[in-house]
C-alpha cells in the first residue's frame, strides 16, 4: 500500500502566532512533525503543504519535500481541511504520482510517534476500513449515556435520545473523541465521499502522554513541559 504522509502548516496563526515554525524547546514546531513523519516505516512519502515561502524553507531545511506551494485562498482561517487535502493529491496526480491512502499529520499534535502512524495505516489495511484515526477515551462524565442536550423547547434531553440515562457507571459503554494526530484515508474515500471518513472508520487508541493539541498559548506550555520530561527520560 502507497501511502503519502501530508504535514499542512499555513502562514497564519491567530491562537500562536506564527505557532508552526515557532520554537518548542529548541526547535520548530513542525520539526516534531517531520521526524515522527520520516521515521515511520509505512509512509511511501512525506510532504509539506504550505502557502508561506518562510515555511516552506523550515520544511526543506528539516528534510521533508515541499513540491509546491499551496494557494493562498486554502490557506485562510476558515479554510476546511479537504480542499487543502484534495489540492494536493491532485497535484501529485498531475505530476505521475498516485497513493492507495493519505495520512493527515497536523504539526499542531507534536508528540506524536512514528509508531503511532504505523499502527494506524496497518490498521486501515488490516480491516479493509475507509479511513482510521487516533482516538481518545471520553471520561464516563461526559460520555453520551450521560450528556444532555437542550432543547427547543429549553428542557434537557439525553444526547442518546434514550429515556433515561445509564444507572451505574460499570455499565456505560467505551466513548471516544477523535484526538487529532493522525487520520489516515483512503484516496477513493476522498473523492468519492467528498469527506476524510468515509462510512467504515476504524480508531486507534494512543497513550495520553504522547498527546497534546496546541490551540492556545497554554496548550504551549503543556507541550513543552511533556518534551522536557520526555527529554529527561532519554538523558
Known amino acids: ?22 520554537s518548542l524547546c529548541g526547535r520548530p514546531l513542525i520539526a516534531y512533525t517531520i521526524d515522527s513523519a520520516l521515521n515511520s516505516k509505512r509512509l511511501s512519502r512525506t510532504i509539506l503543504s504550505t502557502e508561506d515561502p518562510e515555511i516552506a524553507e523550515t520544511g526543506r531545511r528539516l528534510g521533508v519535500d515541499v513540491p509546491f506551494l499551496r494557494p493562498g485562498e486554502l490557506a485562510e482561517d476558515t479554510t476546511p481541511t479537504l480542499p487543502v487535502v ?11 504520482e498516485t497513493y492507495d491512502a493519505v495520512c493527515l499529520l497536523q504539526p499542531t499534535n507534536p508528540l506524536r510517534r512514528p509508531s503511532d502512524i504505523d499502527a494506524c495505516i496497518d ?17 464516563d462524565s461526559y460520555n453520551p449515556k450521560w450528556v444532555y442536550l437542550q432543547s427547543a423547547r429549553g428542557g434537557l434531553v439525553l444526547s442518546t435520545g434514550e429515556s433515561e440515562p445509564v444507572t451505574r457507571r460499570q455499565d456505560l459503554p467505551r466513548a471516544f473523541h477523535r484526538e487529532g494526530s493522525v487520520y489516515v484515508t483512503r484516496t477513493n474515500v476522498l473523492f ?19 498527546s497534546v ?22 538523558q
Request: aromatic content about 6%.
Open 123 to 139: 490498521l486501515l489495511e488490516k480491516t479493509g476500513a475507509d479511513s482510521v484515526f487516533s482516538i481518545l477515551p471520553v471520561p
Open 86 to 96: 484534495i489540492h494536493a493529491m491532485e497535484m501529485l496526480q498531475a505530476a505521475g
Open 192 to 210: 468519492e465521499h467528498g469527506n476524510l471518513y468515509g462510512s467504515n472508520i476504524q480508531g486507534y487508541e494512543v497513550d495520553p502522554a504522547y
Open 1 to 22: 500500500m502507497r501511502v503519502l504522509g501530508l504535514i499542512p502548516a499555513r502562514g497564519g496563526s491567530k491562537g500562536v502566532p506564527r505557532k508552526n515554525i515557532r
Open 213 to 234: 493539541n496546541i490551540d492556545t498559548l497554554e496548550d504551549w506550555g503543556i507541550a513543552e513541559d511533556r518534551i522536557r520530561k520526555q527529554i529527561a527520560l532519554c
